[in-house]
């Protein structure tokens, strides 16, 4: 009914180039793990430019994860997967969802403490934070797999599925 408004779709099976999810995702896991990297050395040396570094980092962790869920969900969506896959989509979507809430909730967090007290960080702060690190090793390895495992938008998959043979 309305198809003919939508942008056609190419051989990756999205309306763009090419996969933007993971671009943009590659950006929250740096600025993710470099946040928690530096909340343990700066608890350790005390350093008041490490808290900066980290604060900032997860900052911008926080914004560009709704950015990468925006993309996520929409690829995902054109994606078709296939078998275990559409399980292990689904697990890293909810967690993708789930990361952003822990994210927010951290970044909301750490405004406070920082208010307070900008050279130091609680213990169980810390603990959340490895949890997020956790995370978003767990994440990185569910989204790995579906693009080196089950070729989710990779031209020979989309073809194979174009086809039939998926």
């Known amino acids: 009914m309305l198809e003919h408004l939508l942008p056609p779709l190419n051989d990756h099976n999205l309306p763009w180039m090419d996969t933007i999810h993971p671009i943009v995702v590659h950006f929250v896991i740096a600025m993710a793990l470099i946040s928690v990297l530096f909340d343990f050395i700066g608890v350790v040396t005390g350093r008041r430019a490490l808290f900066e570094v ?3 980092n997860l900052l911008f ?3 560009a994860i709704f950015v990468a869920i925006m ?10 997967p296939y078998g275990d896959a559409r399980n292990i989509l689904n ?4 967690i993708g969802w789930s990361l952003a809430g822990v994210l927010s909730v951290l970044t909301g967090w750490r405004y406070v ?27 990185v390895f569910l989204g790995d797999k579906l693009i080196w495992v089950y070729g989710l938008h990779t031209v020979k998959v989309v073809e194979a599925m174009r086809a039939g043979l998926v």
């Open 91 to 94: 697990i890293h979507s909810t």
């Open 113 to 139: 403490l920082r208010a307070k007290d900008p050279l130091s960080l609680p213990l169980v702060f810390l603990g959340a934070d490895s949890l997020l690190a956790a995370l978003v090793v767990v994440q």
């Open 71 to 80: 993309f996520g969900q929409v690829e995902a969506g054109l994606a078709n």
């Open 61 to 63: 962790a926080t914004s």
């Open 54 to 56: 980290s604060w900032w």
